[in-house]
């Protein structure tokens, strides 16, 4: 079974404050994806990673930014947290083609910036 | 800009009950299509997909889902909803490695 795991469920950080969100797949896929889920909204791809030290931003990129150092690890980092990315944010993982291949989720990180 | 669309945000429906929700894209050409799933407090899965041949598919727990070219549709069934389909659903396209998810539906089923 894939097993896509991220660092934390639950987080609360304060406006202005650095912060990673860390998500770690065990199934060898080449990309992995960041998305927010906001209600009424369903799912934004902020950025995704198609190879290690790869990046590509998506359709809500501004305000994060993100590390791949390693093929089974990608990181979401807000570097300077505000009010309006209080969200849930989803980490993915697929094969490399990803118009055929599933993605692979994680249970989510629900952060909530005060 | 390519979208996904999905009309119903909420559902609410009894046990026993036929499901239908709506997914419309506006992608052109071959498209690649999934529904995915959300079932309370867990992380999204795979219900179905279609990529090429019958456009009728049918996936887990009873559910099958209908691919009409001419409408830009894949709507996702189930004839009868159990309480313990009670999720969020999420239809998403791909095309040229851009996937795109819809805003979800919410499906309450009443025991």
């Known amino acids: 079974d894939v097993k896509v795991t991220q660092s934390s469920r639950y987080l609360v950080k304060r406006t202005g404050e650095k912060v990673f969100l860390e998500c770690v797949q065990d199934m060898d896929h080449e990309n992995m994806f960041w998305y927010r889920q906001d209600p009424g909204l369903g799912l934004r791809l902020i950025y995704f990673?198609?190879?290690?030290?790869?990046?590509e931003k998506g359709d809500i990129p501004e305000g994060y930014s993100v590390s791949r150092e390693k093929k089974e690890r990608f990181s979401l980092i807000l570097e300077s947290a505000s009010t309006n990315q209080t969200s849930m944010y989803l980490c993915?993982?697929?094969?490399?083609?990803?118009?055929?291949?599933?993605?692979?989720f994680g249970p989510g990180t629900r952060l909530t910036v005060l | 800009a390519q979208s996904v669309s999905q009309h119903n945000h909420h559902v609410i429906l009894s046990e026993a009950a036929s499901l239908e929700l709506g997914c419309n894209y506006s992608y052109g050409g071959t498209v690649n299509l999934f529904w995915y799933v959300q079932y309370p407090g867990q992380h999204l899965q795979l219900l179905l997909k279609?990529?090429?041949?019958?456009?009728l598919v049918k996936g887990i727990k009873g559910f099958e889902a209908e691919f009409i070219k001419s409408k830009f549709s894949f709507n996702l069934r189930k004839p009868s909803v159990q309480w313990s389909d009670t999720a969020e659903y999420f239809c998403a396209v791909t095309r040229n490695n851009d996937m795109r998810f819809g805003a979800g539906t919410r499906l309450t089923v009443k025991p």
């Open positions: 279609y990529f090429s041949g019958d456009p």
């Open positions: 993915a993982s697929s094969l490399r083609d990803t118009s055929y291949n599933e993605q692979f």
């Open positions: 990673s198609y190879d290690v030290k790869m990046k």
